[in-house]
């Protein structure tokens, strides 16, 4: 199990990268896209990989992690998934205008001169 | 009064002074006036009930705790010496402001002047009255600040602005050394209290750090007191008001840096290492600036030179490691500040009747101002050293240690009273140059205005200097002998020498050295008459040896050739190879960590490799590579594989435990995707690779290869080793056992992230909020690049077959276009919503939440504008974006403030479980309300963005078609959606 999701989170990563350093917008922010999962993917794992575990508690009673997930990992993941979704839209946005106004979609709003 | 109030209140009234002052009127000039002036007179006032307790040999303190787990105290503290201090800046401080609310013109600001002045005055203060060495450090810095705005306070000319720019730069440099030296200082101690301090001089003195603690200190007093090499900022702070240089320049802001030398020198000077340092300086500063000030054609600048030359002699005096020389010296500060600051009012007073300073154009003034004439000349009298003025008495003090002066080095203690009686020939040369230029001779030509005597007000602060001067050289002793006397034993102690003011101290070599330098100095007047008359600019000799052309020197290199070659050398402004740098670092830092602690195996048993995951993964892997891979070529290709990826994502969470997550991240996919589709249209046609030749792209596509797989391997080989080491356990713990009895919720992460951390959730919805609102403001003034404008193939497609056909109109079929999925969308719209409003109660219970349910909200919306089209929609459906955001962020944040109003911390929850008719037991906890928040905060800001996007492709046609037909007028304005309709998004369609 860790060994897959060690493995995936190095293939989203590679890929993320490779794309990051592509010369076309949109290269980029599917490369920060794929690194966002791998991202999260891996602040996920810090919790521990449990298969089963209750993520909500019963009524009145306190929880222990013999029994449930670990919550921090999370939320933590929670909140970076909110955010990435924003930090998408924004780049998205901000191509999109950079496009506009350059008429061109390389990351240095010009083409290379050479 | 208590000591307490008595510190605290000599320190903060001339700041309060400030603000109050700085928020007048801008031409109260006599209410400002009055002010300053009356927080002066109780300045001087309360350091004068001060003076029993400390006139008893007694110090009055306060401590304040600041940082106490630093050991770390806020003290204020007064001394005798610092009681003189303080009571030459009070009472130099009003006659200064009595002086320039008659210098000052009404037309300019003057309130902001006196509240510079006050601020100034508090911070000045502040040094002098610091119990504790980084406190003082710190006021010491604001006198640097604030006598930069007092000297460029006309900052509508050049030579104010670099002036003050250059004065800070310098002494504000200075005090960074300062407080460098401070802290070596305090480490050497172990604590940054004076009182400490004082007492450990031996403790100072034998420490390994001494010489370095000295060293940094030194720069901080010696700019400050503007001390060869860092004289040259000084003269040219004379671009200040002439009230500003009375009082920065004769009792308060350069005598911080010898107040800093006599205040640290029982614990400093004593040592050969000092005597060096502080004696050299003091000697050149003595000699350079008696020299330079005889040829200096302007009033001010004689005085600032003359100024730097007085600041070295006490530089000199404290340079000497010797008791009887330190007495002299607080004498000479005291002597300094009476006759500099009432020339430099003299001077002022020239300045504002005549219309100049130059002394080639000033001459014979004594018949239009008599009075101001004699004033002046008492004043100079002092600064040359004439018997029966106080300057005298200093001087032969000064005289008598050079003869007597200690040290390992002969050669220089034999030339020193040769080099004494020289500046002191030098300062009269100077002073009768002053009194004899601007107040003899023939009478004036040519000025700008005709001389008179100022109003009697003006004169008042003079008068009262000069008859200072007079009255202390005439009785010393009785005078201000109890005062120096109390003030010297506060900074030596027990050390303090036996010494005698008196006037007649017989027929000495001290009388004769003064004598001969009088005549010297009167001589050497009379040589120089021809070379004035050539109105010569500068020195001889040394006119060359500029501090102000090096200063600015380096000044360019360092903010100008340095910063560009260093821009040559390391930047770029391309992103590439700055993600590269990035990326790279991070890889090497990771590795680096790798190799110094070890990458050992981790404590816990892999599980099992389950194939059904391991098929998923497979495939994942495969949608990201091929994302990768069709990035570049087919974009939507590669969007439906990111997809892919994050659909394998999804399920992860859900295989591990993390309903929530999944539940998340399947909604922001959606979301995601959608926009992204949205963004395709504006995208142009891949080029053809460019011309660079296809080795080098291979190159750098290999280069970028290796880096993406090194990356990915690091990546994986870390999370691997995380996965296989027992998680931390004690936040985890804590917020399980908490999250139902204290957060009244049994979904832990929801409680987490609406009560535990409610605080940090409430910044992620305001970032959401930002972020929307820059997407809507930069899609606003979106204009499509013109090979995007066109109508897309398809609808061109479809409007062909329209007129191909006789029966069907042009736009059937668009209109027509996915008419059976629109329906359906249109039915599923209120159950969509539904489950949106489920997702949000449910989850502090059960997995949903704000996020989720306001995701969910937005994608209801969002199917309609894709299905239905936008025009369709916005006839029907006011979405409100703004004002969903607005009330999202108020709610959240209310709900937050209301747990004050019951007196709990920012955010608290209270919660409760109401049973309601039909639907069941839910959850009323007031983080309900908050999640309430969150959701209508998601939904506005996604739809924002979204619709945004989406009307661009009904705007890129609007915008294109009067484009099109107007072609010779591209210049014509294209409307701009009205303010009030950014409230209201859906009006904006009809202004474009």
Redesign the interface.
């Known amino acids: 199990?860790?060994?897959?999701?060690?493995?995936?989170?190095?293939?989203?990563?590679?890929?993320?990268?490779?794309?990051?350093?592509?010369?076309?917008?949109?290269?980029v922010?599917?490369?920060l896209?794929?690194l966002s999962?791998?991202v999260?993917?891996?602040i996920?794992?810090?919790?521990?990989?449990?298969?089963?575990?209750?993520?909500?508690?019963?009524?009145?009673?306190?929880?222990?992690?013999a029994t449930?997930?670990?919550?921090?990992p999370?939320?933590l993941?929670?909140?970076a998934?909110?955010?990435s979704?924003?930090?998408?839209?924004?780049f998205?946005?901000?191509?999109?205008?950079a496009?506009?106004?350059t008429?061109?979609?390389h990351?240095?709003g010009k083409?290379?001169s050479? | 009064m208590s000591d307490a109030l008595l510190l605290l209140a000599a320190t903060g009234l001339p700041f309060v002074g400030a603000i109050v002052a700085g928020m007048l009127p801008t031409h109260a000039r006599n209410t400002a006036a009055w002010l300053a002036g009356a927080i002066a007179i109780i300045g001087l006032g309360l350091v004068w009930a001060a003076y029993p307790t400390v006139a008893a040999g007694g110090v009055i303190r306060h401590s304040m705790a600041w940082m106490p787990s630093l050991g770390l105290d806020l003290v204020l503290r007064m001394d005798g010496f610092a009681w003189l201090f303080a009571g030459l800046v009070f009472g130099v401080g009003a006659l200064v402001v009595l002086y320039a609310r008659y210098y000052m013109s009404a037309d300019d600001p003057v309130p902001r002047f006196f509240a510079f002045l006050l601020a100034f005055m508090g911070s000045m203060t502040g040094v002098v009255l610091s119990g504790n060495l980084i406190q003082l450090a710190f006021f010491w810095e604001l006198t640097s600040l604030f006598s930069f705005l007092l000297i460029g306070y006309w900052h509508h000319t050049a030579a104010a602005r670099d002036g003050a720019r250059m004065a800070l730069t310098i002494t504000a440099t200075g005090g960074l050394c300062l407080f460098a030296g401070v802290l070596l200082l305090g480490h050497i101690v172990g604590s940054y209290n004076l009182d400490v301090v004082l007492a450990s001089g031996d403790k100072i003195r034998g420490h390994a750090l001494y010489l370095p603690a000295l060293v940094l200190i030194l720069m901080g007093a010696l700019t400050k007191s503007a001390q060869f090499p860092f004289h040259f900022w000084l003269p040219h702070a004379m671009a200040a008001p002439t009230p500003v240089s009375a009082y920065l320049h004769s009792a308060t802001l350069v005598k911080a840096g010898v107040f800093l030398m006599a205040r640290l020198w029982p614990v400093l000077a004593g040592t050969e290492a000092w005597f060096w340092i502080v004696g050299s300086a003091g000697l050149a500063t003595l000699l350079i600036g008696a020299y330079v000030a005889i040829f200096q054609n302007d009033l001010k600048g004689l005085l600032a030179y003359s100024t730097i030359s007085h600041l070295g002699l006490i530089t000199l005096l404290l340079g000497l490691n010797s008791e009887l020389a330190m007495v002299a010296a607080i004498f000479h500060i005291l002597n300094h500040a009476a006759f500099k600051a009432s020339l430099f009012m003299a001077a002022g007073i020239i300045d504002h009747e005549t219309g100049t300073r130059d002394l080639r154009r000033l001459s014979g003034l004594n018949r239009f101002m008599p009075f101001t004439t004699r004033l002046a000349m008492v004043a100079a009298a002092a600064m040359a050293g004439v018997p029966l003025m106080n300057g005298f008495i200093s001087k032969e003090m000064f005289f008598a240690e050079t003869l007597t002066a200690q040290g390992s080095v002969t050669f220089l203690l034999d030339i020193l009273p040769f080099a004494a009686m020289v500046a002191s020939a030098f300062a009269v040369a100077y002073s009768l140059r002053f009194i004899h230029g601007a107040f003899f001779g023939p009478d004036p030509v040519d000025l700008p205005h005709l001389p008179h005597e100022p109003p009697a007000w003006m004169r008042l602060p003079v008068e009262i200097l000069a008859l200072a001067c007079i009255i202390i050289g005439l009785l010393p002793a009785a005078t201000v002998g109890p005062y120096l006397n109390m003030a010297a034993h506060a900074a030596l102690g027990a050390a303090t020498p036996e010494y005698s003011l008196a006037v007649w101290h017989g027929f000495n070599t001290p009388l004769v050295m003064s004598l001969l330098a009088l005549a010297a100095g009167v001589t050497l007047y009379f040589l120089l008459q021809p070379l004035f008359r050539r109105n010569i600019e500068g020195p001889p000799f040394i006119s060359r040896l500029e501090g102000r052309r090096m200063f600015e020197r380096s000044m360019v290199f360092l903010s100008w050739r340095l910063a560009r070659t260093l821009e040559g050398l390391l930047g770029t402004r391309r992103l590439q190879p700055q993600l590269r740098l990035v990326v790279c670092v991070a890889i090497l830092a990771a590795g680096w960590a790798v190799y110094r602690r070890g990458l050992g195996p981790g404590n816990l048993v892999p599980q099992g490799i389950d194939p059904v995951l391991a098929l998923i993964w497979a495939i994942g892997a495969a949608c990201a590579l091929g994302a990768a891979w069709q990035a570049k070529f087919h974009r939507l290709a590669a969007l439906i594989l990111l997809g892919g990826t994050g659909l394998v994502t999804c399920v992860t969470f859900v295989w591990f435990s993390a309903p929530d997550l999944a539940l998340t991240q399947l909604l922001v996919e959606i979301v995601t995707t959608i926009l992204l589709l949205l963004g395709l249209r504006w995208l142009p046609k891949r080029l053809p690779g460019t011309g660079t030749s296809e080795v080098m792209r291979a190159g750098r596509r290999l280069r970028d290869l290796a880096i993406a797989i090194t990356a990915g391997l690091g990546m994986a080989g870390l999370a691997f080793g995380v996965m296989t080491r027992f998680p931390p356990e004690i936040l985890a713990q804590h917020f399980l056992e908490r999250a139902y009895t204290e957060g009244g919720g049994t979904n832990v992460v929801n409680v987490i992230l609406v009560d535990f951390r409610g605080f940090d959730t409430l910044g992620e919805i305001a970032v959401l909020g930002v972020v929307a609102l820059t997407a809507y403001a930069l899609l606003r003034r979106f204009r499509p690049a013109p090979d995007s404008v066109d109508v897309p193939e398809q609808q061109r497609d479809q409007s062909a077959y329209d007129i191909a056909r006789p029966e069907r109109r042009e736009g059937d079929t668009v209109a027509d276009w996915l008419l059976i999925p629109s329906v359906i969308a249109r039915l599923l719209f209120p159950v969509v919503g539904m489950v949106a409003l489920f997702l949000l109660l449910r989850g502090h219970d059960l997995p949903g939440g704000g996020f989720a349910a306001g995701l969910m909200g937005s994608i209801a919306m969002i199917l309609q504008y894709m299905l239905g089209g936008t025009q369709w929609v916005e006839a029907r459906l006011r979405v409100l974006p703004l004002r969903w955001m607005g009330l999202g962020l108020l709610l959240a944040a209310g709900t937050g403030l209301g747990a004050l109003l019951f007196g709990r911390p920012f955010l608290t929850t209270y919660f409760a479980y109401a049973d309601l008719p039909l639907i069941g037991e839910i959850p009323t906890a007031s983080a309900l309300l908050f999640d309430i928040g969150v959701f209508a905060l998601v939904v506005g800001a996604t739809m924002l963005t979204l619709i945004a996007l989406a009307r661009q492709s009904v705007r890129g046609h609007r915008a294109a078609a009067p484009r099109a037909t107007a072609a010779s007028a591209p210049a014509a304005p294209v409307p701009v959606p009205a303010a009030a309709s950014a409230a209201t998004p859906t009006a904006a369609t009809g202004d474009d």
């Open positions: 199990m860790e060994l897959i999701l060690a493995l995936g989170i190095g293939v989203l990563t590679g890929s993320g990268v490779w794309l990051l350093l592509r010369p076309r917008t949109f290269q922010i599917i490369g896209s794929l999962y791998a999260n993917l891996f996920f794992s810090t919790g521990g990989l449990r298969t089963g575990a209750a993520p909500v508690l019963e009524r009145g009673m306190a929880g222990s992690l449930h997930a670990d919550p921090v999370q939320a993941v929670l909140t998934i909110v955010i979704f924003a930090t998408t839209a924004l998205l946005v901000l191509l999109l205008a496009r506009g106004l008429g061109t979609d990351v240095d083409e290379k050479r």
